[in-house]
């Protein structure tokens, strides 16, 4: 049985241990992808070309070294993400570009296709197998992008059986030529690479409730009732949990009564009072005495020496650990 | 001749990084303060555990510097800022939180779970103050900052300013810990004002006993309780109980007695230590720190007003016998155990055999709850 809990308890542990790993990498999305970049933003050496955008929608740091970028469901493992570049760590809710221009050795984020021909972009976790996010490119004009109208918001999903379903309807949509294709994602003419798709309203939300409740009336109603309704569940529950303690103990008392087989009532109060307490003292007390049960201390003291080896270390004069007292 | 100019060069120079000669009035006023803080500890025992480490801080931290010397507790990398993070990013709270949850018996609330109530009312006080800075002039998360203040809770008021009012972080740990020191002279003008004589001799029942499955079972639920209710009170409210759990589950005596002395006290000292030297005469000596030094006493006494008068209000409706004692109202704040000694002494003050103390630690660690509670509540709104 013992074996059967620990081998519960390590399945549980290694369970727990491959979710949060998962959790990490599948918290990437591919964000906005752009095909012919002809006027749009510029790369460290002054090109223009395609571009995909991820986002990390987590509120953790995301390494996503060792991943790979493709073009091809036959192909996943087109671009491995190199290992050993700091810049591959993604801070909480923050964008990283990666130039589709076909040329690996300008660096971690020149990857080694082009998007010209692409009828889609695939995000794939280190193992080259599993499919964290995919996206359909639909026809794009020149310097327009297909992006999420919310950083990480929308649909596609990692791949499985719901998901490919889903997948052959957003192709088709992706492909439909629509201004709005697939549920949350848009065909924009405006780029946004490495900044948010939506810019949100920037107001504080101190700054909004100093427009909504300027004298904290609402906030003090709504925190109080909050408060007390806390703790006055708290106190429900408790009052119950007291209530059938109590009435366990006095069950208990009484199948203790019955065995004894004497007839008194219990005390079904819960409380034993002090009064009680006294009486049970004293008749030990005197039943001790009357049998001769307790015998007196022969009040001898017996003083052994303790040897102890010297050390500087424990020396209470060379460590001065003496607190010093405060003489009032 | 050139040797000793070259000498009296590089004395003039030193004494420039000195801290005399770039003293300031400001620096002065705040050493005084710091001394005072440390007079007060030693000669009147007056929390001295927490208001030697702040006192000698606020001295720390007010030695005029140099300024590039990286010794400053705000300048990145020096050993007090580092230190200093403890507090800037709320880690100290909560492991204080959890030394606290290790120390405290809740029998008293099991037993008698009405108290739960008296704990919630008295965080009137935090909002009492936060109506008040907002007509004030402060903004609504500087006066959420401030008004927890009157949750008599150091550790929280650090967690909730450290979110929402840095920079007033000084001005609040500051003010929560003198306030909980002045808890026995700020609260029995409130009690005996709001209380006749005949409320003050109220007997109340003695408590029952509390069985060591209630005891466990108690931080469980609480927490679930809680943390479902406000989330965003997790940090302190899952310290504070787990911090119990190990205590009363009687299978990690160890990691209780680690959590209620070492690590509390280590984690008392840090924090004492840095925020004292986070008040920086530039940065402490203004007008909003005088404003949130009075509105810091304006939310104790309202947090005891609300406290007493609930229990009034409570009795209502209680049975003759089972009445509670208006003088363990003020307890509802989470000044644990001064409040609780405080309706105490009040309560012996009329009738030397009438000890409250058991009955006031029922509120009193109600308010811990309670002011975390609201504490997670300012946070999701303001934060």
């Known amino acids: ?328 | 001749m050139v040797f000793e100019a070259s000498i009296l060069d590089n004395l003039q120079q030193f004494f420039l990084y000195t801290g005399f000669a770039n003293v300031t009035l400001g620096h002065v006023i705040m050493i005084l303060i710091g001394l005072f803080f440390m007079y007060l500890a030693i000669t009147k025992d007056w929390e001295p555990m927490l208001l030697i480490p702040i006192g000698f801080g606020i001295v720390i931290g007010n030695i005029p510097l140099f300024p590039g010397l990286q010794v400053g507790v705000y300048e990145e990398g020096s050993v007090l800022n580092i230190l200093y993070q403890g507090v800037r990013q709320g880690w100290y709270p909560p492991l204080i939180f959890m030394g606290i949850g290790a120390m405290t018996d809740f029998s008293a609330l099991i037993s008698n779970p009405k108290l739960l109530l008296i704990g919630a009312a008295a965080q009137f006080g935090i909002f009492g103050a936060y109506i008040a800075a907002l007509a004030l002039g402060f903004g609504p998360s500087e006066a959420g900052a401030i008004g927890i203040i009157g949750g008599a809770d150091g550790p929280t008021a650090i967690f909730l300013a450290g979110r929402l009012a840095p920079d007033l972080l000084g001005a609040i740990a500051v003010s929560a810990y003198s306030y909980m020191a002045l808890v026995p002279v700020i609260q029995p003008p409130v009690m005996r004002l709001l209380t006749t004589k005949k409320e003050r001799l109220i007997r109340m029942k003695a408590p029952r006993a509390v069985s060591p499955t209630e005891k466990k079972l108690f931080p469980i639920v609480g927490f679930l309780l809680t943390a479902f209710i406000v989330p965003s009170g997790i940090p302190l409210l899952g310290m504070l109980f787990f911090g119990n759990l190990i205590k009363e589950s009687g299978v990690t005596k160890r990691l209780a007695n680690t959590a209620s002395g070492p690590l509390i006290d280590v984690v008392t000292i840090l924090i004492g230590i840095t925020v004292g030297a986070s008040t920086q005469a530039d940065k402490f000596l203004q007008w909003s720190s005088v404003k949130i030094f009075i509105l810091g006493a304006f939310s104790f006494v309202v947090a005891t007003f609300a406290g007493v008068l609930f229990v009034k209000f409570f009795n209502l409706f209680l049975k003759e016998g089972n009445k509670i004692n208006p003088l363990i109202g003020n307890a509802g704040v989470s000044a644990v155990p001064d409040a609780a000694r405080v309706s105490n002494n009040i309560g012996l003050e009329y009738d030397k055999t009438n000890y409250l103390l058991m009955h006031a630690m029922g509120p009193n660690v109600a308010g811990v709850i309670g002011s975390a509670v609201a504490a997670g509540i300012l946070l999701a709104f303001l934060a």
């Open chain 1, 1 to 328: 049985m013992k074996k059967f809990y620990k081998l519960t308890l390590l399945l549980g542990v290694l369970f727990c241990a491959s979710t949060m790993y998962a959790q990490n990498i599948s918290d990437m999305r591919l964000n906005e992808v752009l095909v012919t970049n002809t006027e749009g933003f510029e790369d460290d050496y002054g090109y223009r070309s395609g571009w995909v955008e991820l986002f990390n929608t987590s509120y953790g740091t995301v390494n996503i070294a060792g991943c790979y970028l493709s073009t091809d469901p036959n192909n996943l493992t087109m671009y491995r993400i190199p290992k050993g570049d700091v810049l591959t760590s993604i801070p909480p809710r923050q964008h990283i570009l990666f130039w589709a221009d076909g040329v690996k050795e300008r660096g971690t984020f020149h990857v080694n296709f082009k998007l010209d021909d692409a009828k889609e972009v695939l995000f794939v976790s280190t193992d080259g197998k599993t499919i964290v996010d995919r996206v359909a490119i639909p026809q794009l004009d020149t310097n327009q992008s297909y992006a999420r109208k919310v950083d990480g918001e929308g649909s596609v999903k990692q791949e499985s059986i719901i998901y490919k379903s889903l997948y052959k309807n957003m192709v088709a949509k992706a492909n439909a030529n629509d201004t709005e294709t697939v549920e949350g994602w848009i065909k924009t003419n405006v780029p946004t690479p490495s900044t948010n798709n939506l810019t949100l309203d920037g107001e504080s939300k101190g700054a909004l409730m100093k427009e909504v409740d300027p004298y904290g009336l609402f906030l003090t109603f709504t925190a109080m009732f909050v408060t007390f309704l806390s703790l006055i569940i708290l106190y429900v529950i408790f009052k119950n949990i007291g209530k059938f303690h109590i009435k366990k103990k006095s069950e208990n008392a009484v199948k203790a009564m019955e065995g004894t087989g004497k007839s008194d009532k219990a005390d079904t109060s819960g409380q034993v009072s002090a009064e009680t307490y006294a009486a049970i003292s004293m008749a030990i007390h005197l039943f001790m005495q009357d049998n001769e049960a307790h015998d007196f201390e022969d009040t001898v003291l017996t003083i052994n020496k303790v040897s102890r080896t010297y050390s500087p270390w424990s020396s209470k004069i060379y460590t001065l650990r003496e607190t010093p007292q405060l003489k009032k």
